[in-house]
């Protein structure tokens, strides 16, 4: 997700279910930087991320180390 690129106001809303979790936490502002300029003036984002702040767990989900 931080190889892609998209133009400038490309989408009026972006969504994420449990995704930016798996970037590394110093990366989390480049990409959120970059949504809000793929975002169209009063776009929407929603994102779904774990509910504590847990750097460096890895648990398991449906039977998946994440």
Same mark, same amino acid.
């Given at each position: 997700m931080l190889s892609v690129d998209f133009h400038d106001a490309a989408f009026d809303a972006v969504v994420s279910i449990? *995704? $930016?979790?798996?970037?590394p936490r110093e990366r989390h502002r480049e990409l959120f @930087? @970059? $949504? @809000?300029r793929w975002l169209r003036p009063g776009g929407f984002v929603l994102? %779904?991320?774990? #509910? *504590? #702040?847990?750097?460096? &767990? &890895? %648990?398991?989900?449906l039977g998946a180390p994440m």
């Open positions: 449990y *995704a $930016i979790d798996h970037l @930087r @970059r $949504i @809000r994102f %779904a991320t774990e #509910d *504590a #702040d847990q750097p460096g &767990v &890895v %648990a398991d989900w």
